[in-house]
Each structure stands twice: as structure tokens, then as C-alpha cells.
């Protein structure tokens, strides 16, 4: 390989596989940071790459169409040499010959892959038949159509059935909506039971029947039945969390736990050459060092920017930029209420209360320490507080 004038190597190319918010940040931030090699990005879905987060607020009538939720136009791709190209299922890598297959049996070689493959709705254990859940535009027209045939039973009262519930209970036009969850309360692994409380209110006040510490014995298309005999019928939405897509990941060898594409700080895998970004990506978690995935938009985001810088680093170019945050910052809107989550809330056993009129905020403290907190509400802390808690953590390096 000879060098560019950026210093780059001329002919590198870089594979990316998931054409996700990870997966094109990354490719976006190779080029501002000056690779000029081919970039080439696979998606198996059929759409240019889309706000996924819009998918559940705007379940029943929000704007999913192209127009509503593609996230840069066509020419945007083509403008910085970006190979976007839709439809196109990566089936294969061979590590050693740093080659992908694809669905139509065609090899493409990379220099750097970089896996952003995300993942797909966790099923119901022991549910009898396939059960409709929300993760990609393909399920959007499933549960719309669904919706305009009576009760809706919604298990898990995670962030995305939450904000499932909400948008079909906001709709007003009287369709009962159940939610099924396993935990005591809704929202629990997210938010201290104080925001969740107050969640909680929001959803009955709009007529949500809230059914928690509830077993299911059965589910199938038609409803679900409790371990207590509770029947409800309904079209039953499955939204209880997803599962990385790692089946490249294993056949190329890598490493892995339950938690995903095992990476280091910079998002480098057990593998030379080979990253992993964004929901598939466990990266050591700054408090405790155990692998952890994320799931949440911001992360991906910032994942796509950071192992871009790696893969710059790694192939011999400076990279330009600051690691990215690594304290994570999501949010969720339910009943036009927005709700930003910071850091790690449920590691703090302590939470201190703040309310200022137009936001409550929660702070959670592990003894001393700030480790995370929910601002619920117009114009919380929840930048500020993200720094704070950021600037307590120890400094981490992409150095090849
Ligand atoms: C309904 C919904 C609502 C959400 N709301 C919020 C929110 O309000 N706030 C928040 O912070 N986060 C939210 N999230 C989470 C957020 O959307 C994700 O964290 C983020 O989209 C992850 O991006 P990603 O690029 O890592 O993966 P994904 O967006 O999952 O993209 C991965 C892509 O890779 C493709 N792919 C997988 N394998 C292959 C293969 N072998 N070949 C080709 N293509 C492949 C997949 O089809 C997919 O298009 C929400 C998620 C969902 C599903």
C-alpha cells in the first residue's frame, strides 16, 4: 500500500456492516477525518439508513415513511463517496483473507470491518405462536394493522413498550391497552422508582392497564394468560429487549459473552482489523470493567465517531477528534413528556430530588458518588450532570 497525502494508506477500503446509526456515523467520521479510501456500507434492510427512535413514539400516526424518517437524502452518501448499499445481507467474514460474503455468494475485501450489526427483538419464552414486535420498519405496517383490531396487550414495560403503550393510548380513540411486566414496576432497570412513579400515574391517567409482578403461563397471537388465570385478549406486542446480532461475529471467531461482540475502549475485537460499534458492541463499562452494551442512540452515535478514530489510528492516519463520552445519555418522550437518562441510575442506591418547576430531577449516588440520574421534563441537567459524571472516570486512550 502507498501512502496518500493524509498520511492514510491510498488503496485501504473499509467494510462496514449494519447500516444503522453506528454503522453510518462511522463511515461519516472516517471522511471528516480525511481517510479517502473506499468506504462501502451494508444494510440488509431495504431503506436508506432512518431514525429508529421515531419507530415507537410515532407508532400510530406519526410520519415513518421515507420522507419522515430517512435520515440524510441520497446525494449526501454519494457527495462523500459513501457506498451505501441497501437490501444486502453480509453472510460470511474470513478473518484471515479479510474478505465478506454476501447473500449473493460475492466476496469484498476490507482492510478495517467494522461490525454494527445491532440486534433483534428478544422473543417471548414459551410463546405458542410468533408474536408481533417493534424493531425495524418492516414490523411499523404489522402493528398498524393490528391496531385497528381491539385490545392491545403489550409485554415488558421497558422504555420501548412504555413508549409503545403511550403512543396508542394518546391516540384517544378508546383502544385498550394493557401492559404485562415481569418486575414489580414499570421502567424499573431504567429510571428510580420515583420517575417511574410518576410514569406510572401518566400512563393510568390515559387509561393504560398496568399489570406488574405478573408471570405469563401462555401467549400466543390472540392474548396472553397470567400465571394467576388472568386472560387478556388482545394482540399481544412482544417488548422485552433485544439480543445482539452476533452471527457474523461467531463465524468470524471472535470473542463474545451474553452480553455481545466483546471490544476494549477503542472498539477494537479480539480480532486485528475487525471493530464492533454500537447495541452489538460490550464495551468494558466504566465503573465495574464488565462488558456492557448500551442500546441507546447516543452511544451508537458516539461509537461510530470513536472507532472511526481507531481504525484511522490502527491504519496508520492521524485521527483527529476527542474519544467520545463514554457516560451514556438516553432519552424517552411519553405523553409529550421528555425523559433524559444519564449514566447508570439503577447503580445508585441513593436518590436525591430536585424540582425546579419545569424539570424533576433525579440524582443517583452509589455512597458519594454521582453514578447517574433522570431528568424529567423541559431543560434539565442532563448534559451538565453527563459531564460531571464523565469527568470522574479514568481517562482511556485509542493508541493502537
Ligand atoms: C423502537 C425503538 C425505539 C428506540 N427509542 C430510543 C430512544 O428513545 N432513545 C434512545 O437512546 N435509544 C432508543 N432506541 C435504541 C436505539 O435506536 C439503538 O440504540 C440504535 O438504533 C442502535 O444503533 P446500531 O447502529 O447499533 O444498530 P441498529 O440500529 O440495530 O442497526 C443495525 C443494522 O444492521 C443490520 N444488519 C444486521 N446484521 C446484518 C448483516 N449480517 N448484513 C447486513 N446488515 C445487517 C440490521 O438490519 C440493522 O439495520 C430505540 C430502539 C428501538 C427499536
Known sequence: MTASPTGMPAAASVVIVGTGVAGITAAESLRTNGFDGAIIVFGEEPHLPYRRTALSKGIVDGDLSDAGITLRPPAYWTDRGIDIVTSTRVVDVDPRARRVRLADESDVAYDALVLATGGRARRLPGATSALTSLRSRADVDRIRAALDEGPVVIVGGGLIGTEIAAAIASAGDGTRVSIVEAAPSLLSRVVPAVIADDLISLH?????????????????????????????????????????????????????????????????????????????????????????????????????????????????????????????????????????????????????????????????????????????????????IRDEIEATLRPVGIGA
Not at 396472553?224 to 406486542?237: E, H, K, M
Not at 468494558?284 to 489510528?313: D, F, K
Request: aromatic fraction near 4%; include cysteine.
Open 204 to 384: 393510568r391517567e390515559h387509561g393504560v392497564h398496568i399489570h406488574t409482578s405478573a408471570q405469563i403461563a401462555s401467549a400466543d397471537a390472540g392474548g396472553v394468560t397470567l400465571a394467576d388465570g388472568t386472560r387478556l385478549a388482545g394482540t399481544v406486542i412482544s417488548a422485552i429487549g433485544m439480543e445482539p446480532e452476533v452471527a457474523l461475529a461467531e463465524s468470524a471467531g471472535l470473542a463474545l459473552d451474553r452480553a455481545g461482540i466483546l471490544v476494549d475502549d477503542a472498539l477494537r475485537t479480539s480480532m486485528s482489523g475487525i471493530y464492533a460499534a454500537g447495541d452489538v458492541a460490550a464495551r468494558p463499562h466504566p465503573l465495574t470493567g464488565a462488558p456492557m452494551r448500551a442500546e441507546q442512540w447516543l452511544t451508537a452515535t458516539e461509537h461510530g465517531r470513536l472507532v472511526a478514530m481507531t481504525i484511522s489510528t490502527d491504519l496508520g492516519s492521524a485521527s483527529s477528534g476527542t474519544p467520545a463520552p463514554r457516560v451514556p445519555l438516553a432519552w424517552t418522550m411519553q405523553y409529550g413528556t421528555n425523559v433524559q437518562i444519564v449514566g447508570w441510575p439503577a447503580a445508585g442506591a441513593r436518590v436525591v430530588l430536585d424540582a425546579d418547576g419545569s424539570c424533576t430531577t433525579a440524582r443517583c449516588f452509589d455512597e458519594d458518588r454521582l453514578v447517574g440520574a433522570v431528568c424529567m421534563g423541559r431543560g434539565g441537567p442532563a448534559r451538565q
